[in-house]
């Protein structure tokens, strides 16, 4: 039986979850104590400290932080100024591919000034002090992977990948159509217009990521959430299954959302500024 099975227990108790509080207070309150937020964080790293097996679960909340929009922010998010039919769909797609391709474009160029922040930094450096860590992102950037983070199964795909649109040529960078001025770049193989290599609303999300995101959210020793609002499935599922198997989850995030309710320990307070305390709490332990 392989590491990631032998995790897997149904019959492993659920572990007390924790009440909520800011993880970014200072470190002792009145009288010299330990304040509940620290006192959380301090649960948080001894948890973390005992996994062989951790398993980083992120959304864009994490690359927010580096200064790319959300896509669902009422006021600044994608999809308050953008048609999400028009945009981030086949068929949106097929109405007027320059359009769309433009679009991205822009996308493109933000990503590509963006750099991972401290929270991509910590979520990297985990990877120095524990066994074995797996990022199970909804995110397209690759900021996690500019980061150091050597195992990242992207859910929603890569906007640094390209396809075809029948899909039967994927994995394709921008080096394969550096040399053409159509736009959009058509695939040198089949002659098809190429695409970004993303879920667009209607698709369904990559099979083999999605099995091994759940099969991991089944077999680790701790579940650490950051940044999503945990209302997009299936992707959302994979805390939850966590959750189920009554493994400890850790949720990050600055205001209460979806996951809460499932999670063993809730931190509030940006990634960029809780991870990189609870790595060095982790360090200390």
């Not at 120095?128 to 980061?147: E, K, M």
């Not at 493994?247 to 999670?263: H, K």
Request: net charge negative; charged share 20%.
């Amino acid at each position: 039986m392989g590491d990631e099975e032998r995790h897997a227990s149904p019959n492993r108790p659920s572990p007390r979850r924790h009440g909520e509080e800011a993880a970014n207070r200072g470190p002792y309150g009145s009288g010299g104590k330990m304040s509940l937020g620290e006192a959380l964080l301090e649960q948080a790293a001894r948890l973390l400290a005992d996994a062989r097996l951790l398993v980083v679960f992120t959304g864009a909340g994490v690359s927010r932080e580096s200064g790319i929009p959300t896509f669902r922010d009422p006021i600044e998010g994608v999809w308050a100024r953008y048609d999400p039919l028009r945009m981030a769909t086949l068929d949106g797609y097929l109405q007027d591919p320059p359009l769309v391709w433009r679009w991205y474009e822009h996308r493109f160029g933000i990503v590509a000034g963006a750099h991972p922040n401290a929270g991509h930094i910590a979520i990297a450096e985990l990877e120095q002090v524990l066994p074995r860590v797996v990022v199970v992102t909804q995110n397209i950037d690759g900021l996690h992977q500019r980061a150091g983070s050597s195992e990242v199964i992207e859910l929603h795909g890569s906007m640094h990948r390209f396809k075809c649109l029948s899909g039967h040529h994927a994995g394709l960078t921008r080096a394969d159509f550096a040399g053409q001025t159509e736009q959009p770049p058509r695939c040198s193989l089949c002659g098809e217009l190429l695409r970004p290599d993303v879920v667009w609303f209607g698709e369904v999300l990559p099979e083999d990521a999605l099995a091994a995101a759940f099969r991991l959210a089944r077999a680790c020793d701790v579940m650490l959430v950051a940044g999503t609002s945990g209302i997009v499935h299936p992707a959302a599922s994979v805390p939850l299954l966590a959750a189920q198997a009554g493994t400890p989850v850790i949720d990050v995030n600055p205001e209460p959302d979806e996951l809460a309710r499932s999670a063993t320990i809730c931190l509030r307070g940006p990634s960029g500024e809780v991870l990189p305390r609870l790595l060095q709490r982790l360090a200390d332990t």
